[in-house]
C-alpha cells in the first residue's frame, strides 16, 4: 500500500492556483488510476482508492490518493491520521507533492527527505510527523517576484506559466507512478532535470499577471488560515 498526498487549499476560490499544484497532480493520477471515482471523506481529507498498473518495472501497486481538505498549514493532521490508519512506513510508502516558489515552472524535483524551505503544508507535515524522512515531490510554480508570497501563491498561473506548468504536471504524475513501482531514488535519477530548464521572464504585471489576478490573490490571502 503506497500514500500519495497532494496538499492544496480546499473550495473553488483556490481552484487552480499555484498553491495547488499538488491537487493538480493527484487529478492527472486519479484519472489515470481511478477513472470515474467520486473520493470518499476520511481523515478531514478526500480520499481515491486506486491501483497503479504492472510495467516492466515492478508489480501492480495498491495507493490511496490523497487531498487533504484542512487547509495547508493543518496537512499534517490528514496526513499523520492516514499513515497511522493504513499502517505504513512513511520512509517507503508515503509521497507529498507539493509547489515550490524556488524552482521555476515546468521544472519538478524528487527528493528522499529535506527540510521544509518554508513552505506550511510541509512545515505542518513534519511536526505531525516528527520526521522530514518521507519522499517529496516539488512542482515549480516560480518565484513571486515583486508580489508577495502569500498573495502570489494564492493567485492563478498565468497564461505564459500554464504553458510550462502543465506537462510538468504530467511529468509529476510519471514521477509519482515510477516512485510507487520502483522506489525514490529511481524516481530522483529519471525526473530530475540534470540542469535547470529556461526560466521565463520574472513576473511583471503587464505580461505575467494581470491585474485581476492580483486583486483575486489579496482577497484569497485575507484569511490567514488559508495559506
Not at 481538505?69 to 520512509?91: H, I, K
Not at 528522499?112 to 518554508?118: K, L
Not at 502543465?166 to 540542469?195: I, R, S, Y
Request: charged fraction near 25%; hydrophobic fraction near 40%; charge should be neutral.
Amino acid at each position: 500500500m503506497k500514500l500519495i498526498v497532494g496538499l492544496g487549499n480546499p473550495g473553488p476560490q483556490y481552484d487552480k492556483t499555484r498553491h495547488n499544484a499538488g491537487f493538480m497532480v493527484i487529478d492527472r493520477l486519479v484519472d489515470r488510476c481511478a477513472p470515474g471515482s467520486m473520493g470518499k471523506g476520511k481523515f478531514n481529507a478526500l480520499l481515491f482508492d486506486g491501483v497503479i498498473p504492472s510495467t516492466g518495472a515492478g508489480a501492480a501497486q495498491k495507493v490511496v490518493f490523497i487531498k487533504p481538505m484542512t487547509y495547508m498549514n493543518r496537512s499534517g493532521e490528514t496526513v499523520q491520521a492516514a499513515v497511522r490508519f493504513y499502517r505504513v512506513d512513511p520512509v517507503e510508502d508515503l509521497l507529498v507533492i507539493t509547489d515550490d516558489v524556488a524552482l521555476p515552472c515546468g521544472r519538478i524535483r524528487m527528493r528522499a527527505r529535506g527540510g521544509t524551505g518554508g513552505h506550511n503544508g510541509l512545515g505542518s507535515i513534519e511536526q505531525m510527523l516528527n520526521t522530514d524522512a518521507y519522499a517529496r515531490l516539488r512542482v515549480g510554480i516560480d518565484a513571486p517576484g515583486p508580489i508577495a508570497q502569500h498573495e502570489y501563491v494564492l493567485g492563478r498561473f498565468s497564461d505564459a506559466q500554464l504553458s510550462a506548468v502543465e506537462p510538468a504536471l504530467k511529468g509529476a504524475a510519471d514521477a509519482a507512478t515510477c516512485w510507487a513501482h520502483e522506489g525514490v531514488e529511481a524516481a530522483m535519477n529519471k525526473f530530475n532535470a540534470p540542469e535547470p530548464v529556461a526560466k521565463s521572464p520574472s513576473p511583471k504585471r503587464d505580461d505575467r499577471l494581470s491585474e485581476q489576478d492580483t486583486n483575486q490573490s489579496k482577497v484569497a490571502a485575507s484569511d490567514p488560515k488559508e495559506n
